[in-house]
């Protein structure tokens, strides 16, 4: 089977899975609407639309990266470290003067890097993803604690908050960032021969190399996604903070994986629409932001996203038990 | 097929966007008519926002606010992030609370420094904000704009006590090991440095090491520290987390006649320890006068009414001696 029967085969599904996952997240919506109504409070006001869509950009950023390193068949576990280490290192650059444009720049190339240090170690190391990214987890965090022994860095200039919490038309800037990147990212999954080949790695390693894909390079390039995306996702945490936490990010790694799992992306790689990870991180934003509005005490409230995420899935798999 | 998808999620949020515009302007025409008054005036809600919940410490701290509450009769709206102390989910229960229109917020911060943002919409929400337990520090108010109450103990100050109580009853130059929190934490430091301070002196210190609040932590660093100085005659732990690691080691290792372990926070568990004779002493704080005091001044702050500044709620080493008696306080405030 070569790298165009895999799309073409991907195609049909996708449209069952898409389908279940959009009446999920209205189902969700609407249940939160007017279970608030009931309980006297609101969910559906613009601005509760606007600290959703706010909330669950960072996670929805990082969740691209992830997307992408999934559908090789791999996973990246490292991003949520990859965060708090842009956060600090960026806080220091600050504090020395650079100015933030620069710093940007000088963050998604670290971002880049770190990925793509990962990602040499799993194509031409041939070292597992899983454990590659869950010691680059662990030394990124350390780094991160030593660069600034530990400290958080606060008082940054007002130009780093603007990043975030600027609004445009009154709806707020984050929504503009995430949509011009997930339309990059769908663009280069479906028009280029980059996003064929992570299609074709993911379906089937052995074929697409057979089929003349030069598999090393693009999971090379994956993991290098995932590190930048994680980055961008970093910068936008420490813009809408305007603190730079060491331990900013931990756990990340985990939300986002559990977006694209939502979104119906198939762990073992090779199946599934990016564009549904930003539901599936928009389904878990809201989720978060309705349990607290209702006021769920804390831990209800994850054993709820944690039911959620298991039943995304089990609905999706449901599609393909039937096929079978 | 592609086409048809992305029109669906088009759809989608426009739909979501209209039936939002629809539920904006139907709040703005409702709100009024409740100030109107069927139900003169509306009921107060208060935000109460704890480091964490899972630690018996901030769910002593929400019994006490709770109790208030319930006794002066308005809402309180409990949210704490999940495991990890963090500045970002704090913005995010933040920004939920000031949507879904509470009246006023108590926080204990994460750190002294992570919540500009959230205070600056605070500020800009025309929320009042009352800050317990963990100081929110100075440059961070400046940065808001906004003048904040703070009720809390002066971590640094319980420490001295421990420290002074060791030196009036505890032989000069016992060999002396100090468990830390976690690095570059204030509140860390502050036992620290209390403890040292009016200790430092008397005893001699041969180990210091940071335990980062944990009970697995405090009992490997304990088991490590027995082993390279057999000799020592005190522990203080800057919680009692890692009060009750330590114990753990040194029970291990046969020396609980010859060491004696100061702990702090005064949790039930090392309340029980003291009592036992397992422990020497703990300092408590006391977090259920913060709730009280928070819910308490925030509902007059809300009415208009003159509302205290800074309060500092006491801190004090519970030893045998007075073990019973704190116990029986800390009854009213459990679940």
Not at chain 1, 81 to 87: H, L, R
Not at chain 2, 176 to 205: C, P
């Amino acid at each position: 089977m070569n790298a165009n029967a895999i799309q073409k085969d991907n195609k049909k599904k996708i449209d069952f899975q898409s389908l279940t996952l959009y009446i999920g997240a209205i189902a969700i919506l609407i249940i939160f609407t007017v279970v608030s109504k009931l309980a006297g409070k609101n969910f559906l006001t613009f601005g509760n639309i606007q600290n959703v869509i706010t909330q669950s950009s960072v996670i929805a950023v990082i969740a691209i990266g992830q997307s992408v390193v999934i559908l090789t068949g791999g996973i990246d576990l490292s991003v949520g470290s990859i965060v708090g280490f842009v956060g600090i290192l960026g806080g220091l650059l600050m504090k020395a003067g650079m100015p933030i444009g620069l710093v940007c720049v000088v963050l998604i190339i670290m971002g880049i890097l770190i990925g793509m240090s990962n990602g040499a170690l799993i194509s031409y190391g041939k070292i597992p993803a899983f454990i590659v990214t869950l010691g680059s987890l662990q030394i990124i965090r350390g780094v991160t604690m030593v660069v600034n022994s530990g400290k958080p860095i606060s008082g940054f200039p007002e130009g780093l908050r603007a990043i975030m919490n600027t609004k445009i038309m009154g709806m707020p800037i984050s929504i503009l960032y995430v949509f011009i990147l997930y339309a990059i990212i769908m663009t280069i999954m479906k028009r280029t021969r980059l996003g064929r080949w992570i299609y074709a790695i993911g379906g089937n390693a052995k074929a697409a190399k057979l089929a003349g894909v030069k598999t090393r390079k693009i999971e090379l390039y994956a993991y290098a996604m995932s590190g930048l995306f994680a980055a961008v996702g970093g910068i936008l945490l420490l813009s809408r903070l305007s603190y730079a936490d060491p331990n900013a990010g931990s756990g990340y790694e985990l939300d986002a994986i559990a977006a694209v799992v939502i979104g119906g992306i198939a762990m073992s790689g090779g199946k599934g629409n990016i564009g549904n990870t930003l539901v599936g991180a928009l389904i878990l934003g809201m989720l978060k932001c309705g349990l607290q509005i209702l006021n769920v005490p804390v831990y209800f409230q994850t054993i709820i996203i944690g039911l959620a995420i298991i039943t995304a899935v089990f609905f999706d798999k449901a599609k393909e038990r039937k096929a079978e | 097929m592609r086409k048809k998808l992305s029109i669906v999620i088009v759809c989608m949020l426009l739909l979501s966007w209209v039936l939002a515009g629809c539920d904006s302007t139907s709040t703005k025409e409702s709100k009024p008519s409740t100030q109107d008054g069927d139900k003169e005036k509306e009921a107060i809600t208060i935000g109460f926002v704890p480091m964490t919940l899972n630690n018996e410490y901030f769910i002593t701290m929400v019994n006490g606010a709770k109790q208030k509450a319930e006794e002066l009769g308005i809402q309180l709206d409990v949210q704490a992030a999940d495991q990890h102390a963090s500045a970002a989910a704090q913005l995010t229960i933040v920004e939920n609370m000031i949507t879904s229109g509470v009246d006023g917020i108590c926080i204990v911060p994460s750190s002294s420094e992570g919540l500009s943002t959230a205070l600056k919409k605070c500020k800009e929400a025309g929320i009042p904000v009352i800050n317990l337990d963990t100081k929110i520090s100075q440059s961070i108010l400046d940065e808001a704009g906004l003048e904040v109450a703070f009720y809390g103990t002066d971590n640094y100050a319980g420490a001295k006590s421990a420290g002074e109580f060791v030196v009036a009853n505890i032989a000069k130059g016992v060999e002396t090991a100090i468990l830390t929190g976690i690095e570059g934490q204030q509140n860390a430091a502050d036992r620290r440095n209390g403890f040292f301070d009016a200790a430092g002196s008397h005893v001699k210190v041969v180990a210091e090491q940071s335990a980062n609040w944990e009970v697995d932590q405090g009992y490997t660093a304990t088991q490590n520290i027995l082993s390279a100085n057999p000799n020592i005659g005190l522990i203080f732990a800057s919680n009692d987390g890692m009060a009750i690691g330590a114990l753990r080691a040194v029970e291990e290792a046969g020396k609980q006649d010859a060491i004696n372990i100061i702990g702090f926070d005064a949790i039930s568990e090392a309340l029980n320890m003291v009592e036992a004779g397992d422990m020497y002493g703990t300092v408590a704080q006391y977090p259920a006068e913060m709730g009280i005091l928070g819910v308490d001044n925030m509902v007059k702050m809300i009415k208009g009414q003159e509302s205290e500044s800074y309060i500092d709620t006491g801190a004090k080493l519970i030893t045998s001696e007075n073990v019973e008696e704190h116990k029986k306080y800390c009854e009213q405030f459990a679940d």
